[in-house]
């Protein structure tokens, strides 16, 4: 691979980041995703992060609104309206999900280059998830920024922007695992309303989330190991400090152990969760 390669990747990046409307930004990451096979297998000594440009902003759809999450409309899987609701919900966490990887990406310096493909795969999909959802959406009449919808995972995104340690465990292994636990109910509501087809959506979704959690998961291990950290500790630690939303239960057991969690982590993080 050629440093103007890896150049060109991280300005791709940059670009997407930055896009203001759906459009220009899957545009943009079906630039990327098209680059995915040529540097796949980059070798270890390529230097990714002195390509990135990590001053890149992220550019703000106009058409949503951004609401506090109490004034999120109520999502009725029952009604047209409210499973269209509900499944611009979940698009928006996936569009949110695009940014989120690439900012992974494109924040962080010093990391092995393993980091960064990982994340702008990660990216491709998250992409490939929203296109999918909207793509439903439109089926029902509706289409992305017809709702409002709320921004609390890039508000989390903000507060750990100086550390690459405390991101790995604020978003991906606190936040979107929470997706990991939150889906098959969600699939269970749209069955009963005769949306199969968003339930097979939600199926893909689910299968590379565990995916993305386990990649968030190794890398936080990875640093706290670096640090001289207990991983399992250092995450609880790192909730209370940044003010995260502790792990509900019930908890998808299966999916969060496919996505490196152990048992006896879960079991902790229901046995020692906050009182309200």
């Given at each position: 691979m050629h440093s103007v390669t890896v150049g060109?990747?991280?300005?791709?990046a940059a670009l997407a980041l930055g896009a203001a409307t759906p459009c220009a930004k899957m545009s943009a990451m079906g630039e990327l995703s098209a680059l995915l096979p040529t540097w796949a297998d980059a070798p270890a000594d390529v230097e990714f992060s002195r390509f990135f440009c990590r001053d890149a902003e992220r550019g703000e759809f106009s058409r949503l609104e951004l609401v506090t999450p109490d004034k999120v409309p109520r999502r009725r899987s029952s009604t047209a309206s409210g499973r269209a609701a509900l499944l611009h919900s979940i698009a928006h966490?996936?569009?949110?999900?695009?940014?989120?990887?690439?900012?992974?990406?494109?924040r962080f310096d010093g990391m092995p280059t393993r980091y960064?493909?990982?994340?702008?795969?990660?990216?491709?999909?998250?992409?490939?998830?929203?296109?999918?959802?909207?793509?439903?959406?439109?089926?029902?009449?509706?289409?992305?920024?017809?709702?409002?919808?709320?921004?609390?995972?890039?508000?989390?995104?903000?507060?750990t922007a100086h550390d690459v340690l405390a991101r790995?465990?604020?978003?991906?292994?606190?936040?979107?695992?929470?997706?990991?636990?939150?889906?098959?109910?969600?699939?269970?509501?749209?069955?009963?309303?005769?949306?199969?087809?968003?339930?097979?959506?939600?199926?893909?979704?689910?299968?590379?989330?565990?995916?993305?959690?386990r990649l968030?998961?190794?890398?936080?291990?990875?640093?706290?190991?670096?640090?001289?950290?207990?991983?399992?500790?250092?995450?609880?630690?790192?909730?209370?400090?940044?003010?995260?939303p502790w792990p509900q239960t019930p908890m998808n057991i299966p999916s969060r152990l496919a996505a490196g969690f152990s048992a006896a982590?879960?079991?902790?993080?229901?046995?020692?969760?906050?009182a309200r």
């Open positions: 060109g990747v991280g300005a791709i966490i996936e569009y949110a999900a695009v940014d989120l990887a690439l900012d992974h990406a494109l960064y493909l990982d994340w702008l795969r990660v990216a491709a999909d998250e992409a490939r998830h929203f296109e999918m959802l909207r793509a439903h959406l439109q089926t029902l009449g509706y289409d992305y920024g017809d709702f409002p919808a709320h921004a609390g995972l890039w508000q989390m995104a903000a507060r790995m465990a604020m978003v991906p292994r606190l936040l979107e695992a929470r997706g990991l636990d939150a889906t098959p109910p969600i699939q269970r509501k749209l069955a009963e309303a005769g949306d199969e087809a968003a339930v097979r959506v939600l199926e893909v979704i689910l299968h590379d989330e565990e995916d993305h959690v968030g998961d190794g890398w936080f291990r990875q640093l706290c190991n670096e640090r001289g950290l207990e991983p399992e500790l250092a995450f609880r630690e790192l909730i209370v400090q940044y003010q995260g982590e879960l079991n902790d993080l229901t046995r020692l969760r906050p």
